[in-house]
């Protein structure tokens, strides 16, 4: 069982920078793969970016390429989405989830409740 919770999310600026983090429950966190995503309103959920569980793979949505960086602290059970320049089309619910791996990461087993991210122009 992992237990998640988001953190970091506020209302910014165009071209703002924010951090944000999840901080994961249990003993085998690094045993996990852990995602990103968020939810627009009146949108479909979509993939941020995701890490392998030994940090050494990263992939990311075409669309956060360049402005997004996915990273994880495995000795605190953490994982971070450092988001550049953003937009206000970055505007959405983000949530992280956790999963055996990068490749099914959409249907990942455990999720958190989401932080809001509002950017504002």
């Known amino acids: 069982q992992v237990q998640l919770v988001e953190s970091g999310g506020g209302l910014v600026q165009v071209g703002d920078s924010l951090r944000l983090s999840c901080a994961a429950s249990g003993r085998t966190f690094s045993t996990y793969a852990m995602g990103w995503f968020r939810q627009a309103p009146g949108k479909e959920r979509e993939s941020v970016a995701a890490i392998s569980g030994s940090g050494g793979h990263t992939n990311y949505a075409d669309s956060m390429k360049g402005r997004f960086t996915i990273s994880r602290d495995n000795a605190r059970d953490t994982v971070y989405l450092q988001m550049n320049r953003l937009k206000p089309e970055d505007t959405a619910v983000y949530y992280c989830?956790?999963?055996?791996?990068?490749?099914?990461?959409?249907?990942?087993?455990?999720w958190g409740q989401g932080t809001q991210v509002t950017v504002s122009s």
């Open positions: 989830a956790a999963g055996p791996n990068l490749a099914t990461m959409s249907t990942a087993n455990y």
